[in-house]
């Protein structure tokens, strides 16, 4: 059953942590973005990559970082130094050549108190 | 700032009529214009999607419309059922750039019995 799994689907942590989100898709995928989501500001890119061991900023990558060791995983870090890290955090994958069709994970939901 | 607007921010339609969404982008370079439906604690799923070289595309009750010059495209869901109640999302892409999207804020669509 091929796509895209996220987990935890819900992760508490203290201010001041640093926390991974996992991203792993079956699809044989090249690409694979995160995005953030808030109420009323919609999907707002990260990070992507486009190939093992490589990845760009999206628009609001100040305060994460991200891996590309796999094809197959693309794990997201919130780090201390992201200012509201509280939000949906959504995982998606594409292929590059011929479709622009980015497949979502189910997400994870991230708060920080 | 913002490159592609989407309204209304919320939309009450009864059941059987007809929903509108609309989006309007400022970048020409754009050529893949998708709409996404979500459910709530979900990730998003493709609905339907359209490139600038037609006006219109139909998949059963939905349909896109684009006016290329008007920088404009809207979703209509015709015969609205309450299980159409989901936030949309358009987005657009354009070719180079890794199939990023860049979406719209999203409309929440509630279809009343």
């Known amino acids: 059953d091929g796509g895209i799994t996220q987990s935890p689907k819900y992760l508490f942590r203290k201010e001041g942590q640093n926390v991974t989100l996992s991203c792993e898709q079956n699809?044989?995928?090249?690409?694979m973005y995160w995005y953030r989501q808030d109420p009323g500001q919609g999907l707002r890119l990260i990070y992507y990559?486009?190939?093992?061991?490589?990845?760009q900023k999206g628009d609001i990558a100040e305060g994460y970082s991200v891996s590309r060791e796999k094809k197959e995983s693309f794990p997201l870090t919130v780090t201390s130094a992201q200012k509201n890290p509280t939000a949906f955090y959504l995982c998606?994958?594409?292929?590059?050549?011929?479709?622009?069709?980015?497949?979502f994970g189910p997400g994870t939901r991230l708060t920080v108190t | 700032q913002q490159q592609v607007k989407q309204s209304p921010q919320s939309l009450i339609v009864q059941k059987g009529g007809i929903s509108i969404i609309n989006c309007a982008y400022e970048?020409?370079?754009?050529?893949?214009f998708p709409w996404y439906q979500q459910f709530p604690g979900k990730g998003p799923a493709l609905l339907i999607a359209?490139?600038?070289?037609?006006s219109e595309k139909k998949e059963g009750r939905f349909t896109i419309s684009f006016n290329k010059s008007a920088k404009q495209f809207s979703l209509h869901i015709m015969d609205s059922q309450p299980g159409d109640s989901a936030t949309y999302f358009c987005?657009?892409?354009?070719?180079?750039?890794?199939?990023?999207?860049?979406f719209g804020t999203g409309t929440r669509l509630q279809v009343t019995l």
């Open positions: 998606a994958s594409s292929r590059l050549a011929g479709s622009y069709e980015q497949y």
């Open positions: 699809l044989n995928h090249d690409a």
């Open positions: 990559s486009q190939i093992v061991n490589d990845f």
């Open positions: 970048n020409t370079a754009f050529d893949y």
């Open positions: 359209i490139r600038p070289d037609v």
């Open positions: 987005a657009a892409s354009k070719a180079g750039t890794a199939s990023k999207l860049t």
